[in-house]
């Protein structure tokens, strides 16, 4: 079973500062990445996603992600932090078996911006 | 093209009780999948249905069901519920089944067992 680790359930950046947000997948075929961001009281809305194209990959709102093999890592980052992306950022895997398909969801980072 | 909807927003049910969900994929989306999301155990998968098939399904006891209808419209069933089903209840669906389909969530139904 494949599984993805978020390191820091809690990340805390300034206004205008880099984020880092990371994540760490265990798969053993070529996994396809995830990452969506929930905001209070609503659903999941995905940023970006990895499916063995480029190894970087460019989201939405600013958000890239670089998928590195030999680190087993998927990390999420955007160059300038706005207030506006104070939410919960999820990691997935999907995994599937016979064209079936789930997402296997990380522990999620919840990431406040300070003005 | 409109978003994943799914009704009621928001329930809330005694232990003992059972509820229904429902859930409207995007349209000409034939893949739905429900996931329940708590604060103890996060966002944990519970099954997958494809033109009106269950193709997977998580670890989660018999009281939890579902079905999709011929329209990809899906529901999801929870019999006797538990003060431990409280949680928000995410549908998501995607154009096709398989792991390169990327899947858009609609924004829960949130349970409250009292």
């Known amino acids: 079973a494949q599984s993805v680790t978020q390191l820091g359930s809690h990340v805390s950046v300034s206004e205008g500062a880099l984020v880092l947000l990371r994540c760490n997948y265990s798969s053993s075929v070529p996994p396809y990445l995830f990452w969506y961001v929930q905001y209070p009281n609503q659903g999941l809305q995905l940023l970006l996603k990895y499916t063995s194209a480029a190894t970087l990959v460019k989201g939405i709102n600013g958000f890239e992600a670089e998928f590195k093999k030999s680190e087993t890592s998927f990390h999420l980052t955007k160059p300038s932090a706005h207030m506006s992306d104070a939410a919960e950022y999820f990691c997935a895997v999907s995994e599937g078996i016979q064209g079936a398909q789930k997402l296997v969801f990380g522990q999620g980072t919840r990431l406040t911006i300070n003005p | 093209k409109a978003g994943v909807t799914q009704t009621p927003r928001y329930l809330i049910k005694t232990r003992g009780q059972q509820v229904t969900l429902s859930c409207s994929p995007i349209s000409g989306h034939r893949s739905v999948s429900w996931y329940q999301q708590t604060p103890g155990q996060g966002l944990q998968f519970l099954f997958e249905y494809f033109s009106e098939t269950q193709r997977n399904k998580g670890n989660f006891p018999g009281r939890f069901s579902g079905r999709q209808f011929s329209n990809s419209r899906s529901e999801m069933n929870v019999s006797t519920l538990e003060l431990g089903d409280s949680a928000l209840y995410l549908c998501?669906?995607?154009?096709?089944?398989?792991?390169?389909?990327?899947?858009?969530f609609g924004p829960g139904t949130r349970l409250t067992v009292l």
């Open positions: 998501a669906s995607s154009l096709g089944s398989g792991t390169r389909n990327e899947q858009f």
